[in-house]
């Protein structure tokens, strides 16, 4: 690490909390804290959201999958581009009906208490695993490049500082701050992989493009994958790929609170559809990294090249081949992607908290010690973002000492979630006689089936892909939700032919 280095990184890190509260300013009211004002504009929601949706996981790992398998991750952006398609204009309508802190408000208005609190209930917990096994997957990469720089932080030590950054903001400007430091945290990284590719193309030889065609770098999707074990296929991802982005972009709060801060209907659906081309462009330009970087290596394997897997080909990169001062902002990079995530994660799982659980809020606000209501809501809201800032840190750290397997279960278990929310949503929207007690005992049941199918379904002997782990948990709802109704139907019959005789 250079002088120019330092200064760049520490130019960034003293200079996100000051300018994102700058332009969010203090909150003075858990409203304004938890909802932003619902007058933050629509572009500044769109990056965001893809702010939100990718983290350093995707500034490593989508390079190291360019390098082995080209252009796929832009094949997926096309389905993404087709499930918030339907989110736009079937599910933001109904949010738009009422003034909404939660994604499961709208199941709550439908269905009852009981449904939405289960709902919120399983997005908090599998965003808590999910977020954990993120954040510290995410630590990895950074590690090695201190590591490679000759600098040695333990992960628990680093763990906090980035957490402890990434509240500074977060509970002064609340989801205003949250939105505009996501916003300036995706320049820093798109300008940091922009500025990669233009370095990476500047070396290569001629005919780069030529070869890159020849090789077959330019495939958006990959054919000689068995069917439901790759996310690249083109059925996995157009057609699961728009399934992923109809339940994550439409029954989970971390992003449906974006969508919520909207002016307006319109205003939400350029945020939501804007977001879809832009992690399209971001997958392309940091897929281009990834070819180029199979150039700058002679075209060998990852083996080859002598790496054990694809997520160190970027890293090693960063650390021993960028000039003084793009180093710099490459780790200011890598601590954006994560620090955007973070901080959308605590901000949506406040939200959820304030919003689905209200009366487990009561006796918690008069502990606040005041008496002004709206001053005790807003203590009580930067409180549980505290709990889980520490919640975070104390999973993620705990993920230090478990094996491989465990962080790509616990990556599975958000897709594992998905199945019953977004099963619950379809079957209010499309199923008007469904009741409550018709889809409560059928989400209970959904959860251990979406489990079960991603611990043991394996087509060709392969584990299920991420997107297709969705399908069991919907299934078993849906089946399970009309199974209920119609026993309910045939008791009540049965009672009033009784009745009748």
Known sequence: MTTLDWLTLLAYLAGIPALALALAGTQTSAHAYLEGHGDLPWWALCLSLVATETSTLTLISVPGIAYGSGMVFVGLALGYLLGRGVVAWAF????????????????????????????????????????????????????????????????????????????????????????????IQFAVYFGGSLACAALLWRAAPPGTLGVLQTAGR????TT???????????????????????????????????????????????????????AGVLFGLLSFVGVLLWVHHGGVTAAQAGFARTDAIFP???????????????????????????????????????????????????LTGTHQPEQARLRLARGITVFWAAALVLCASLFAHAGQAAVLVGLSIAACGYGPMLGSYLAGMLLPKLRAQDLVPAFWLSLPAAVLGMLFIRPHGQPLAFAWLIAPGMAVL????????????????????????
Request: with cysteine; aromatic share 6%; hydrophobic share 50%.
């Open 92 to 183: 933001l309508p109904l949010y738009q009906q009422g003034r909404m802190l939660s994604a499961y408000d709208w199941l709550g208005q439908r269905f009852g208490p009981t449904l939405q609190q289960l709902a919120s209930g399983t997005f908090l917990v599998t965003r808590l695993l999910a977020e954990a096994v993120r954040l510290f997957a995410g630590m990895l990469p950074l590690a090695s490049i201190l590591v490679a720089l000759h600098l040695s932080v333990p992960a628990p030590v680093l763990l906090a500082a980035i957490m402890i950054l990434t509240l500074a903001y977060t509970l002064q400007g609340g989801l205003r701050a949250v939105v505009w430091s996501d916003s």
């Open 478 to 501: 849906c089946v399970s939700a009309l199974a209920c109704h119609a026993i309910g139907h045939l008791r009540h019959t049965v009672r009033r032919n009784r009745s009748l005789s």
């Open 316 to 366: 090693a990169y960063i650390a021993h081949d960028l000039p003084s001062g793009l180093r710099g902002l490459m780790l200011a990079a890598i601590l954006a992607a994560t620090m955007g995530s973070l901080s959308s994660t605590l901000s949506a799982m406040t939200g959820a908290v304030m919003g689905d659980f209200s009366a487990l809020c009561r006796p918690l606000l008069r």
């Open 224 to 278: 000689h994958a068995p069917p439901f074990t790759s996310p690249f296929t083109p059925l996995a991802a157009i057609g699961g790929g728009a399934v992923l982005s109809l339940a994550s972009h439409g029954t989970d709060q971390l992003m449906v609170q974006r969508v919520l801060a909207a002016r307006s209907l319109r205003d939400a659906r350029l945020a939501l559809m804007g977001s879809a081309v832009g």
């Open 218 to 221: 330019f495939n958006l999707f």
